[in-house]
């Protein structure tokens, strides 16, 4: 059974050791479970279980088989981010925050899992705050302001969110002395051979899990006992072995060292989802038969017949939008582009104007803060732009009735997104593309 998007993605191991050495050990054990581990101190690693068969309960088993025989002992939890995952650690060895449910598995969880300073816990207690259910629910702006720009983590935390970077732990390959730049060819090139074994294994877990490399660190051990650490940016996130090799070796071009290079330790940085982007067409002019095999896989990938989606003039947002299947049409696409079918829509594009179009999100609270009576900040992000409201009111003759403002607003982040007021709560709606 292959792993769904929607389930957790990340292990944290916490293991009762202290020994740095016995520690690495267990590292290289968890290598067999996941390639990308993050080894955040002694006695806590995350583990990118992105990509990998199976479900949360295999993957917890395969790190306890993995690390069995080293006598120590490691409590295992599962979750969509490294704060969940941590934290469903410190509950009980096996524990699993399944998505969707973070912010209720949080609440009776005390302050003190996170990395709070003594004397704003004792502050937070004070205020009545003992659980992350409580700091939760405190006002996202008026809680920074009071407390700092680090409150903004601890308040996401608290709802189950957590963008912490994920950083593989770095492969190393100790080599025989040698100095780049200022000794003769044969060592250079001894050099850059060890680069390239090292090189092989990064582009191959990042090949197993599916994901490119934004950037590169090349950490360089000299024989007199310092390290010179060089990070490497990528034009374009890339996996692909030559592709590295080749910008690392410019970027060492000239370099020299005062004493010869006995080891060297490579890791990558500021990870991204892989794949190559394809067409789904070989070529502009397509044949009925093309379309044909297109649809079929993918109804084949995605277990559903193929639809097209139309909008339609409504006044509800989630009334715009509608979906039919889809077929090709027998005599050909010439004809559909010769006279194509009208798509109803409540708003006609301008001739060469890009239309953005909105998608639709899992609605979720937000924080707003106003300024003039329009929105000025979202989720602590400035609004640069903001368009509205559009007044949203039916069912009046139902039992629950829907009243609404909505607004688009462009965050500072080039973001264009549809926010609405409901009563005294604001939410997010969706995101323009």
């Not at 990042?206 to 310092?226: I, N």
């Not at 990070?231 to 020299?256: F, Q, Y």
């Not at 005062?258 to 490579?266: H, T």
Request: aromatic content about 6%; overall charge neutral; some cysteine.
């Amino acid at each position: 059974m292959l792993a769904v998007a929607h389930a957790p993605m990340l292990l944290c191991v916490l293991a009762d050791t202290g020994d740095a050495m016995l520690w690495e050990r267990m590292l290289d054990a968890l290598d067999a479970v996941s390639p990308l581990v993050d080894d955040v101190r002694v006695g806590v690693a995350y583990l990118d279980m992105r990509g990998m068969p199976g479900n949360a309960r295999r993957w917890i088993a395969d790190a306890r088989e993995a690390l069995a025989s080293y006598g120590v002992s490691a409590r295992i939890g599962a979750g969509k981010n490294k704060f969940t995952a941590y934290a469903a650690g410190r509950v009980c060895d096996g524990t699993i925050c399944e998505a969707g449910g973070e912010r209720a598995f949080l609440a009776p969880l005390p302050i003190d899992l996170l990395e709070i300073d003594t004397r704003v816990r004792e502050r937070l207690r004070l205020l009545g705050v003992t659980t992350l259910g409580a700091l939760a629910r405190l006002p996202h702006g008026a809680f920074v302001r009071r407390f700092g720009p680090t409150a903004a983590r601890w308040h996401a935390c608290a709802c189950g969110e957590d963008r912490s970077p994920f950083l593989p732990r770095a492969h190393a390959v100790a080599i025989e002395a040698a100095t780049f730049g200022e000794g003769r060819v044969e060592e250079e090139a001894q050099l850059f051979f060890a680069l390239r074994v090292v090189l092989a294994r990064v582009c191959a877990d990042l090949e197993r899990c599916g994901k490119r490399a934004g950037a590169l660190e090349l950490a360089l051990e000299l024989e007199d006992g310092t390290d010179r650490r060089i990070e490497i940016a990528l034009a374009s996130p890339s996996a692909h072995e030559k592709t590295l090799g080749d910008v690392v070796r410019a970027k060492m071009t000239g370099s020299t060292f005062s004493c010869a290079i006995v080891g060297l330790r490579l890791r990558t940085l500021r990870m991204e989802e892989g794949g190559e982007a394809l067409p789904i067409f070989p070529a502009d002019d397509v044949d009925p038969r093309s379309v044909a095999v297109t649809l079929a896989r993918l109804e084949a990938v995605t277990g559903e017949p193929p639809r097209r989606a139309l909008t339609r003039a409504a006044h509800a947002l989630e009334r715009r939008f509608a979906y039919e299947p889809f077929h090709a049409p027998r005599s050909g696409l010439k004809a559909l582009r010769c006279h194509p079918e009208p798509v109803p829509c409540h708003s006609e594009p301008v001739e060469g104007r890009l239309v953005p179009q909105l998608q639709l999100l899992a609605v979720r609270e937000i924080d707003v803060r106003l300024c003039g009576g329009a929105p000025a900040f979202v989720d602590s992000r400035k609004v640069v732009e903001c368009k509205g409201p559009w007044r949203i009111e039916e069912g009046w003759f139902t039992d629950t009735p829907v009243a609404r403002d909505e607004y688009d607003v462009l965050l500072d982040d080039d973001k264009l997104v549809r926010i609405y007021r409901q009563g005294r709560h604001w939410y997010l709606r969706g995101e323009y593309d």
